[in-house]
């Protein structure tokens, strides 16, 4: 069965202290490793897409990395308005057109 | 270009009611995705159209179902309304065949569903 486990459920950074997110995901046949943000009413917005172990993409302030079994969303030196929940998702391995999306991770960077 | 639109924002039903969310794609996407994001759950996968034809289903009971018109918009419908309904529906679409695509799809700011 396709899962994505996210931890820890809520962070609260103070701006400028770096931290991880990590997600955990079933392993068989990974196709595909998004990551979204999602503000408060809002829909999720695309961030990051992963495919293979190894692979690490940056966006600013931000850099998600992907190993065999988790990925990470590393948060370098975070200001208030990266305060969002963060979520993670793969394709799902039979109909692999719908995501299988985690509970995700509440991020409050306080000033 | 303009992005994925749902409506309404809002919308307060009471238990038994029906309840029809609306969705248009960005200009090209012709597949749409339904997702269900409950109080404290994950998104929730409910359906996928494309070119008008349901492609596959979450599982959901028989009494949420949509659909997909000529112009790609969609339409998702919950039937008897019960309060574990409440949630935000969100909406998202895609290019055709966007299985291996990088971007996965794009969301709307979904339809909050209230049931009283």
């Known amino acids: 069965e396709d899962q994505v486990t996210q931890s820890p459920e809520a962070l609260r950074l103070q701006e400028g202290e770096s931290s991880s997110l990590n997600c955990s995901y079933t392993?068989?046949?990974?196709?595909?490793l998004f990551w979204y943000r999602q503000d408060p009413g809002k829909g999720p917005e695309f961030l990051f897409t992963?495919?293979?172990a190894g692979e690490e993409k940056e966006k600013e302030r931000l850099k998600a990395t992907l190993t065999k079994k988790e990925s990470f969303l590393h948060i370098t030196a975070p200001k208030p308005e990266d305060s969002a929940t963060y979520l993670c998702a793969r394709r799902a391995n039979t109909g692999f057109q719908k995501l299988v999306f985690g509970t995700g991770t509440r991020l409050l960077v306080s000033p | 270009e303009a992005g994925v639109t749902q409506s309404p924002t809002h919308l307060i039903k009471t238990r038994g009611q029906q309840a029809t969310l609306r969705c248009s794609p960005i200009?090209?996407?012709?597949?749409v995705y339904w997702y269900q994001q409950a109080l404290g759950l994950g998104l929730q996968f409910l359906l996928w159209y494309d070119e008008g034809e349901e492609r596959n289903r979450g599982n959901f009971p028989p009494r949420f179902s949509g659909r997909q018109f000529p112009n790609y918009s969609s339409e998702l419908n919950v039937n008897a309304l019960e309060l574990e309904d409440s949630a935000l529906y969100l909406c998202?679409?895609?290019?055709?065949?966007?299985?291996?695509?990088?971007?996965?799809?794009?969301f709307g700011s979904g339809t909050r569903l209230t049931v009283v």
């Open positions: 200009s090209g996407h012709t597949s």
């Open positions: 998202a679409s895609s290019w055709p065949g966007q299985g291996t695509s990088v971007y996965g799809y794009t």
């Open positions: 992963l495919y293979s």
């Open positions: 392993v068989s046949g990974l196709r595909g």
